[in-house]
């Protein structure tokens, strides 16, 4: 929960509560600003937050509860991931290309072979 510090008001928020706000906005797929507007929150401190957790600067309390999903990555394993799969998708388009151009040759070889075929 929120704990407000004085004289300025300023409210200070657990990490728990940020992680959790970070979470929200990646697995619900919504806007960093409409989560913002319902946590009655300013839209930079969630995007402050998100880039703090991917440079690694929240550190996660292992939570009290039982849960029953596997146990979730660290923001470097998120990220190797994330790398990973760019470079498994680009090998899988130049192997596409390939594929494609092996098809339009073997076409080409047919259609030669039948007209000299046909001459």
Not at 31 to 53: C, F, T
């Amino acid at each position: 929960m929120p704990k407000i510090l004085s004289p300025e008001r300023v409210i200070e928020y657990s990490v728990e509560f940020k992680i959790r706000v970070i979470k929200l906005t990646f697995e619900l797929d919504v806007k960093a600003m409409d989560i913002a507007k319902v946590l009655n929150l300013h839209p930079m401190m969630i995007y402050r937050w998100r880039q703090e957790y991917r440079e690694g600067k929240f550190v996660e309390e292992p939570s009290r509860r039982i849960s029953m999903t596997k146990e979730t990555s660290t923001p470097k394993e998120d990220r190797d991931k994330d790398d990973e799969i760019k470079r498994l998708r680009k090998e899988l388009a130049e192997a596409k290309k390939e594929n494609d151009f092996l098809k339009k040759w073997d076409r080409y070889l047919k259609d030669q072979k039948n007209s000299d075929l046909d001459s």
